[in-house]
């Protein structure tokens, strides 16, 4: 901190005078100069539709989604009455069920076969976080083409083996599944990788030591590994939980939402209410309830899976 | 308690060059065997060959009198504590010093007991139910030495176990370890790169430079009769004075090479040929000229002084090496000075100045307390 010099003419009585607002507030105004590049995009991009799509939900909107008129909680009271929301809240939670569990548990299995130590072992590391390259668009444009009824891969498959066909697509028993199975792969890549390098930072040593003593393999994996890989193992339940609440580009591509609305998760809903039905107000409280979901569930987690992580 | 023997063991990671190469040794019951070398000689290598944590590549590994090269880590009966003590982060102390009890099966309530017995002997009682990152260095060290103990193996191995600790505790522990091997009678097998630890803890020492053995014996055995001068500058602080010499038996006397003879007595170079040798001497037996009558002396310029207190350590130029002094006491000299020094000439060593062999002991000077007259 500075002191105050030179602003007195009297230079004796220079230390007696107390600083100013001016003077006592510079490391705050030095510590914002610095925040302010990160405020300002924050503000444009987070801050403000947040805040914007809380004020909307309480509003009934025109055709430029502007507010028109307050409802106070009639579009959340709606939502919670339509039937289509209620559907489309199930779906999610379905498909959040589908792609969380099964998705960890092959990226784990992935990351421990690729974490051996093998003549190029490399190659399989490339090969398996190879899909966090391939973008949703892309690689959905993929699946589309192998779940085709008729040219598809896996119908070919199944006739191979002489097995009843499957409308993957466009059987509302099956669609839900498909998506989710082309959702798991694309995250398993970015899983994959997560875990490997968490599986990396174990101590070599831990094993060898487990290994004098005896431990068997699935004893060490027991023992060792899945408590060490705690911390790693909570960051990417979390983050594939709040991907899974916020899939949109693999419905929007394969489905569209359909079949019977049988793939209408939340995120594509509030999209078709928004920019297909102009529905701004129902729309946003749709947001603002799938963010509270997001919340809730994230400090559920949080309360419930921090007491069985290991930090170091 | 099980002896371990090594028959030409030797180890190659690319099946070309060996990194550890024909190593002989038979490791007694009960047996304190300190594996000592720089680093990157391979004694952790070979350690880890005896543990089962690295394949052999050669020679033949027996434990007990099994032969152990294809016997996995859990079955050669051995514990091993680990430099960095590889303590699970994740468990308890107790839970990490009966760890692998837990492994084999053991009934809880005799995991429990042992846990508390080893405990007691190493001071940890009171910390069983803290998580490793509670505790010291001092303290992590414990628990894994307690981790070694409890599992009751005749054998354990230690690799560098004392390295993270500081000058002090390091001290400590060197003499704890040495109890706790003596009372339990386990056979111990002590990699180190710390000469200090190799002498005062090893019944025998192995030297290993570059995956070769240099010498294995007692530590006053390899201190007094070092079979090379690699050894002679390892073992010992400050290490051998060396210095090339040439040899002139017809008068029994030793040439540096600013041309300086040194005198020794009659007959202790026959039998030598005259040629290009390596002499080595010890900074405890150059000495202040006046204190040493008789013996050859010789002036020299010194080049730096550390006073120790008790003490005094010098450098000066012998020829054209630097050699150091070790004098009892405080000396006032100062970097610069031409001064006296006597040298001791029966504890001259003489090296083969081709293979390095040791061609001439020094003189015994081994002491002994004289027995007082009993009444």
Not at chain 2, 28 to 46: A, H, Q, R, W
Not at chain 2, 78 to 83: G, N, Y
Not at chain 2, 218 to 243: D, K, Q, R
């Amino acid at each position: 901190m500075s002191t105050v010099h030179g602003r007195t003419s009297d230079g004796l009585f220079a230390s007696e005078h107390k600083p100013g607002v001016w003077e006592r507030s510079r490391r705050a105004r030095t510590a914002i100069l610095y925040l302010l590049p990160s405020i300002i995009l924050f503000s444009v991009f987070i801050f403000y539709p947040m805040f914007r799509t809380i004020y909307l939900s309480f509003f009934l909107t025109n055709q430029a989604g502007e507010a028109a008129v307050f409802v106070g909680l009639d579009n959340y009271k709606y939502l919670l009455e339509s039937s289509a929301f209620l559907n489309s809240a199930k779906a999610t939670l379905l498909f959040v069920l589908y792609t969380v569990p099964a998705g960890i548990l092959i990226s784990l299995f992935l990351a421990l076969l690729a974490n051996e130590k093998l003549r190029g072992i490399g190659f399989f590391r490339t090969i398996y976080s190879s899909t966090m390259g391939v973008s949703v668009a892309a690689s959905s444009v993929v699946w589309l083409f192998m779940f085709h009824p008729s040219i598809g891969m896996f119908n070919r498959f199944l006739a191979i083996f002489d097995f009843p066909q499957i409308q993957w697509l466009l059987d509302p028993q099956w669609a839900l599944i498909s998506v989710a199975i082309s959702t798991i792969w694309m995250n398993t890549g970015f899983s994959f990788l997560i875990l490997l390098g968490g599986l990396q930072n174990i101590d070599e040593h831990l094993y060898e030591s487990a290994r004098i003593d005896g431990a068997g393999y699935f004893y060490r994996l027991r023992r060792i590994t899945i408590p060490m890989l705690s911390p790693t193992l909570f960051f990417i339940i979390t983050i594939s939980l709040i991907n899974a609440f916020q899939t949109f580009g693999q419905i929007d591509i394969l489905t569209k939402g359909g079949p019977a609305q049988s793939t209408n998760l939340i995120v594509y809903s509030i999209y078709r209410e928004a920019f297909v039905n102009y529905q701004f107000g129902t729309a946003s409280a749709q947001a603002v309830f799938l963010f509270l979901c997001i919340l809730v569930a994230t400090i559920l987690q949080f309360r419930l899976g921090e007491r069985r992580v290991h930090y170091q | 308690m099980k002896k371990v023997e090594l028959v030409g063991v030797s180890k190659s990671y690319d099946r070309q060059k060996d990194v550890i190469s024909n190593i002989d040794v038979t490791i007694e019951p009960g047996e304190f065997f300190v594996l000592v070398g720089p680093s990157g000689c391979g004694k952790s290598t070979m350690l880890r060959m005896i543990a089962g944590l690295e394949e052999i590549t050669g020679g033949t590994l027996r434990i007990g009198d099994q032969v152990a090269n294809r016997l996995p880590p859990s079955r050669r009966d051995l514990s091993m504590v680990f430099q960095n003590y590889a303590l699970y982060p994740h468990l308890s102390v107790e839970d990490n010093i009966t760890f692998g009890l837990d492994v084999k099966k053991i009934p809880k309530e005799e995991r429990k007991k042992r846990a508390l017995e080893t405990a007691e002997m190493l001071g940890l009682t009171d910390y069983l139910k803290r998580k490793p990152r509670e505790l010291s260095g001092g303290q992590r060290q414990r628990v894994a030495l307690a981790r070694a103990i409890v599992s009751e193996a005749p054998i354990c191995l230690m690799d560098e176990p004392l390295s993270n600790l500081d000058a002090k505790l390091r001290g400590h522990m060197r003499s704890e370890i040495r109890r706790i091997q003596r009372r339990l009678g386990i056979t111990m097998i002590y990699v180190t790169h710390d000469q200090v630890e190799a002498m005062t803890m090893g019944d025998r020492i192995m030297i290993l430079h570059e995956g070769k053995i240099q010498q294995i014996g007692s530590p006053i055995e390899i201190y007094n009769h070092p079979a090379n001068p690699f050894v002679a500058t390892f073992i010992g602080s400050p290490p051998m004075n060396l210095a090339p010499a040439d040899v002139a038996p017809e008068k029994s006397s030793l040439i540096l090479p600013g041309g300086e003879p040194i005198r020794l007595p009659e007959g202790t170079l026959s039998g030598l040929q005259k040629g290009r040798v390596t002499l080595g001497i010890r900074p405890e037996f150059l000495m202040p000229a006046e204190e040493a009558e008789g013996h050859p002396v010789f002036r020299a310029e010194v080049t730096n002084v550390e006073v120790l207190g008790h003490e005094t350590v010098f450098s000066f130029l012998a020829g054209t090496e630097e050699w150091t002094a070790k004098w009892n006491g405080q000396w006032q000299i100062r970097p610069g000075d031409r001064i006296p020094i006597a040298i001791d000439e029966e504890s001259i060593c003489l090296f083969d100045g081709e293979s390095g062999a040791l061609i001439k002991k020094p003189a015994d000077r081994q002491r002994f307390v004289p027995e007082e007259a009993t009444p």
